[in-house]
C-alpha cells in the first residue's frame, strides 16, 4: 500500500516559512510583499480560489490588493489596471484568475502583465526562461508537484517520468522541471497512440488532464509514485481526481490523494512567488 503525501502539511510547511522570510524581509527592508489579484466575473469555482488566496496572503503576512471587476469588463479596461499595477510599487506579484470572459484575450493580458510581477510564470518571457532553466518564478502547481516529490524524498534522477496532460499551466512546465532533475519524460495527450502502455512505464507518474478516474490500477507500475493534479467531480458529485485512487494507491509506492495532494501547494507556491517577487524588487 503506497504512503500518502500529504499535501496539506507540505503546503503549511511551505507558508510558514514564507511567513518567517517575509517577516525577515519587513524587518530588513521595510518591504511587505503584495499581491494583486484579478477576478474578472462571476464564476463560482474562480471566486473561491480568489477568496483562498487572499485567505493565504493575510496569513503569511502578505498584503492582498483584490480586484473584483463585472464580467461585461472591456479588454481595455483590464489591460489599463494592469498597467497600473504594474507601476504600483506595493504590487510585487500580479495575478488575473483564468479563465477570463470570452470576449477577453487570455494571450493579450498574459503578455500584459510584467514578467518582474507575474508570480503565475504565464508570461512568455517566464516561459522561456523555464525552458533554458534560469528562472525568477516557476508556475504554482508544477512547482508545488516538485515540492511533493521532495518531500517523500524521492529523487527524480534518471527517473522514467510520465506526464498525461500537455497544458501550458501544468503538462509542459511541469516536462520541464521534471528534465531540470533528470528525469527521462515522456508527455501523453489526446493523440498518444496507447496511454496505458506509456503510463505503465513510468516510475513517477502525474497526470493532469482533468478526466476522473483516467488512470486506472492495470496503467500503473508497481511501486510507482503517483501525483494526481486532477480535480474533478465524479458520477456521484463527490471530488475525484485523474487517479483511480482507491485501486491504484495499492499498486504504488506514494501517491496524492485528491483533495489534500497538490491543490494546496498551488497557494503555498503563489505565496513562495509573492515573496520571490519583493525580493527581486529589492534587489536581494
Ligand atoms: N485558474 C486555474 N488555475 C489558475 C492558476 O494557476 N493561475 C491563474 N491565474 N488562474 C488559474
Redesign the pocket.
Known sequence: MAILINGKEVAASVREKVRLEALDLKEKTGIVPGLAVILVGDDPA?KI?VGNKKKACLEAGLNSFEHILPAETSQQELLELISRLNEDPAVHGI?????LPKHIDERAVIEAISPRKDV?A?HPVNVGKIMIGNFDFL???PAGVMELIHSAGVSVSGKKCTVVGRSN?VGKPMSMLLLHENGTVTVCHSKTKDLAAECREADILVAAVGKAKLITADMVKEGAVVIDVGMNRDANGKLCGDVDFENVAPKASYITPVPGGVGPM?IAMLMRNTLTAAKLTAKL
Open positions: 474562480s480560489y495575478l488575473c484568475q483564468l479563465p503565475d504565464f508556475p504554482c502547481t499551466i498551488t
